[in-house]
């Protein structure tokens, strides 16, 4: 079997194509940065706009990538949410189309169940049960995983997804979109004794995040120094390291919380490069094993979304004709993909 996976969720148009048999045969990405970068965050209509041009061409490109025609195509898989509504549509509209014209079927996949499945395409895969820290730009979640659709959410954020709360710090401090790797970069000038910020709801019971207090207290230890580079960079650490420290503190509640010794963690944020490290350190202090999927597959792409359509659709399932996309879709609500 062989799957065209199709991400549209947000900003980033991807298409990949995974085999049964062989595992990832192509995949590329086409992001948007430049064009949202002028406005420090993503249009929604110019996002739907850019997904419409290239997202064919990307097809072409892929599969003459995989060595493939378009009639040796087993089934699609396309994002379905959650995510903007007019992006989802343009990767439902083609991937739905593609399945009626070659007479294949088709499989809406939920965009986090694909970030949470990633590290699984790596050469050296998690086994079920694990502990998922679900990190990206919408979401910041602890999930137990005891198979595919067998989710039970330990712990949500309360306000703002960790993404976001980065992307905020960032423009604070004046760096470009997208801000997360902006300020990743200041963070390595930054004293990190200088100042300490606080680490949110870990004083109390609970896996739950909040992120809006941090961006607070950064706008107000800017508005008390003077803001010069040393300051912003000063800042930057403090921020990522009170980030870090909160998730390597509700990690290490989870895994205990669980009895559950693999630990994975994904979306966007986990390209982290210190939060791998921490994390992989917090783990092993708990007999446990940290996964990471590698940094391509960390942000949107389209190989997690073949894998993920791919699982469901080996057990006999698809999904209705209908295009439909769901701008909000709770993980929990997902099940797990038994066969006929």
């Not at 650490?237 to 870090?244: C, E, G, P, S």
Request: aromatic share 6%.
């Amino acid at each position: 079997m062989k799957i065209v996976g199709i991400e549209t969720s947000c900003d980033e148009t991807a298409v990949a194509v995974y085999d049964a048999e062989l595992g990832l045969l192509a995949h590329a990405l086409h992001s948007q940065v430049d064009i949202h970068a002028d406005y420090g965050g993503v249009v929604p209509e110019l996002a739907s706009r850019d997904h419409v041009r290239k997202l064919l061409p990307l097809l072409k490109s892929v599969l003459v990538e995989a060595d493939l025609t378009i009639g040796d195509v087993d089934a699609i898989a396309y994002t379905a949410g959650p995510g903007l509504i007019g992006a989802l549509l343009v990767g439902a509209c083609v991937g739905r189309s593609l399945a009626w014209a070659l007479g294949v079927p088709a499989m809406a996949v939920h965009h986090m169940e694909g970030h949470l499945l990633a590290p699984l395409l790596e050469d050296d895969p998690p086994a079920f049960p694990f502990v998922a820290l679900l990190v990206s730009g919408g979401h910041t979640q602890l999930v137990e995983v005891n198979g595919v659709g067998q989710y039970r959410l330990l712990g949500d954020t309360l306000d703002d997804a960790i993404g976001e709360a980065f992307d905020k710090t960032a423009k604070l401090l004046g760096l470009s979109y997208p801000g997360g790797p902006a300020l990743e970069a200041l963070a390595i000038d930054g004293d990190p004794e200088r100042f300490q910020f606080p680490r949110p709801m870990t004083d109390r019971p609970g896996l739950d995040f909040s992120f809006s207090g941090l961006k607070t207290f950064a706008v107000n230890t800017l508005k008390s120094n003077t803001n010069d580079d040393q300051t912003r960079a000063d800042i930057a650490r403090a921020f990522q390291d009170a980030v870090i420290d909160t998730f390597g503190i509700k990690c290490k509640r989870a895994l205990k919380e669980t009895g559950l010794n693999r630990l994975i963690v994904a979306g966007g944020v986990s390209a982290n490069q210190a939060l791998r490290l921490y994390l992989e350190d917090v783990a092993e202090d708990n007999n446990a094993r940290a996964y990471f999927p590698r940094p391509e597959f960390c942000t949107d792409n389209a190989a997690m979304i073949a894998f993920a359509g791919y699982q469901r659709l080996r057990a006999g399932k698809s999904s209705s004709p209908a295009i439909k996309v769901q701008p909000r879709w709770s993980l929990d609500t997902l099940t797990a993909p038994v066969g006929k």
